[in-house]
C-alpha cells in the first residue's frame, strides 16, 4: 500500500500530557498538510510543508502544538500540555505540486482523546 | 466565518437515482474545488475536481458543476449506489499554481437505500 498512513491510529491520554503523531507521505509527494477535524465539522488546516519547509500555519496552532518534517519525508505533530478542547481526528494529507492541480489525499487519521 | 458551506446535513436517495449534493462559498479568491468521500473512522478520499475555468467536470458516475456567478457547485451521482453511502465534503483552495490548503464544509451525510 503506498497511500498515506498515520500513526497511532488512536490515542488516549491524560491532560496536561505530551503527544506525538507521525504521518509517512506518499513517497513521490512534495507536500504536506495537517488538518485537524471535530465532530460534525470539515477538517480544518493546521500548517503545511512543502519539502522540509514548514510554509504556513493557522492560528489554531497554538504555541504548545508544533510540526517538524525533517528531511522532507515523514513529519510529526506534538501536542504538549494537552487540553480536553484538544481531542479531535488529527488527518495528514500529501500533494505533489503539479501545474494548477490541488489534489490532497488523506491518511486514515490519529483520533486523539483527552481525558 | 464559514466560507464553504453545505447546507444540507443530510441526503437520502433509492439506488438507482441521481444523487445530488449542493457547496457553496463565498471567498471569491478559491479557484479550485474538489469533492471528498469520508467512511467512519477512515480519511477522506479524493472524488473529482474542477478548477474554476470549467464549469463541469465528468468521472464515470461522479460530474461536479461548477457556477461560478452564483458561487455555487454541486455533484451528481447517477446512478447511485448503496456503496455510496457516506459523508461527502466539498473543499476549496484558493491561489492556482501554488497548491495551498484546502477549506471544507461541513459535510452531507448520503444514504443510498435498497
Known amino acids: 500500500d503506498t497511500g498515506v498512513s498515520q500513526n497511532p491510529r488512536h490515542k488516549i491520554t491524560k491532560r496536561g500530557q505530551n503527544v506525538t503523531f507521525r504521518c509517512d507521505p506518499i513517497s513521490e509527494h512534495n507536500r504536506l498538510y495537517w488538518y485537524r477535524q471535530t465532530l460534525g465539522q470539515g477538517p480544518e488546516f493546521l500548517t503545511y510543508f512543502q519539502n522540509e519547509a514548514q510554509l504556513e500555519k493557522s492560528r489554531l496552532l497554538s504555541d504548545r502544538f508544533s510540526a517538524e518534517r525533517p528531511k522532507g519525508s515523514f513529519s510529526t505533530l506534538e501536542i504538549q500540555r494537552t487540553e480536553q478542547g484538544d481531542s479531535a481526528m488529527y488527518l495528514c494529507?500529501?500533494?505533489?505540486?503539479?501545474?494548477?492541480?490541488?489534489?490532497?489525499?488523506f491518511g486514515p487519521g490519529t483520533r486523539l482523546t483527552v481525558t | 466565518d464559514q466560507q464553504v458551506k453545505q447546507n444540507s446535513p443530510s441526503l437520502s436517495v433509492q439506488e438507482g437515482r441521481i444523487s445530488i449534493l449542493n457547496c457553496d462559498y463565498t471567498?471569491?479568491?478559491?479557484?479550485?474545488f474538489l469533492w471528498y468521500k469520508k467512511y467512519p473512522a477512515e480519511g477522506p478520499t479524493f472524488l473529482i475536481s474542477?478548477?474554476?475555468?470549467?464549469d463541469k467536470n465528468e468521472d464515470g458516475r461522479f460530474t461536479v458543476f461548477l457556477n461560478k456567478s452564483a458561487k455555487h457547485l454541486s455533484l451528481h451521482i447517477v446512478p447511485s449506489q448503496p456503496g455510496d453511502s457516506a459523508v461527502y465534503f466539498c473543499a476549496a483552495s484558493g491561489n492556482t499554481g501554488t497548491a495551498s490548503k484546502l477549506t471544507f464544509g461541513t459535510g452531507t451525510r448520503l444514504q443510498v437505500t435498497l
Open positions: 471567498n471569491s479568491m478559491f479557484d479550485y
Open positions: 494529507a500529501s500533494s505533489l505540486v503539479q501545474g494548477s492541480r490541488h489534489e490532497q489525499y
Open positions: 474542477i478548477s474554476s475555468i470549467k
